[in-house]
């Protein structure tokens, strides 16, 4: 563990005065760049066949914010996509903060900037919360003293973190804070998978979401009026609460379910009802998965696996009883 300390640190303490010259690979960076990820491997036991330690100071021209990361190859090979443990040395190089956080680049390209922050905000708090973690690390967004966007994007993505200054030698917790991090990610591995953006999150109206909870929980009864306005009661005053709400949905290719919709002119493959217009003009059907996608049922987001159905059809084939779906 000494060996990585020192470079650290000596890395933080010169970095800054590297950067005001021209981009060059000098034997100095190369510590950084080459050594400390060999040390890095050894001093902290991570194991070669299952994790990749990568590390950057910038290509061509030196990165606002030069990392350190460990991948788990099953989930990524790429520090922007996925999630990692990372080291992230603040912009004025003062100090260093070991990350267990999600790649940044992902959001950006599905989501663009703006919503990207927001998602990639949404699911460090979203994963943090579900993480077991020892209580002197940092929950949330960290502060790299930067002004980019990739830089702004390691901020966000951070789920938790801790900060070391550099005008001080790492302490002796540094091996056990990076084990504990470690340990974090295998969580979050077991958690998330290989697919980040899998998940949707949405946020749902609170009230709403309560009041249909407590209807399915009444309709089985008879519907009066005095139950109707107990129910009204309970989710009344619920209507500003807003909260998050993941949904372990599988995104679905939006493009196959419309060439699907195209191929049969948005008639109906099971009853040939012809589609209604809608208000933006454009014929309206439904795209439906033959086999349900998911996990335990494999079924694929693939036109092999879809067909094109009219509303109803498609609510009966999803809800109705074998007896229904036989008529059909
Ligand atoms: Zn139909």
Sequence with gaps: MEKTKEIINGFGKRHLQTKDRPFKYTDEVREFTDTLREVFYDEFKIDRNQFLIKTSVGQGAWAEVPWLVVLDKEVTNKAENGYYVALLFSADMTSVHLVVGFGWMQFEREYGIKDGRGRIKQYAKHYADRLAFDKSFSVGEIDLHSSGTLARGYELGAMISKEYHL?????????????????????????????????????????????????????????????????????????????????????????????????????????????????????????????????????????????????????????GSIEEIKNL
Excluded: W
């Excluded at 790492?170 to 990076?178: E, G, I």
């Excluded at 998940?199 to 009444?218: G, L, M, T, W």
């Design 167 to 319: 005008d001080q030698v790492l302490p002796d917790s540094f091996k056990m804070d990076v084990g504990i991090s470690m340990d974090v990610y295998k969580q979050l591995k077991e958690i998330v998978g290989s697919s980040v953006l899998n998940v949707e999150i949405e946020e749902k109206d609170n009230s709403d979401d309560d009041f249909s909870k407590a209807v399915a929980k009444e309709t089985f009864g008879e519907i009066t009026d005095e139950k109707m306005q107990k129910l009204i009661d309970q989710v009344k005053g619920g209507t500003q609460k807003r909260r998050q709400q993941f949904l372990n949905k599988i995104v679905r290719n939006k493009k196959f379910a419309e060439y699907i919709k195209q191929r049969n002119s948005y008639i109906c493959e099971l009853c040939g009802r012809e589609p209604f217009i809608q208000k933006n003009g454009r014929p309206y059907a439904e795209a439906d998965h033959i086999i349900p996608l998911g996990a335990d049922t494999k079924g694929v987001d693939l036109p092999v696996n879809m067909r094109c159905l009219c509303a109803q059809c498609h609510a009966v084939v999803t809800h």
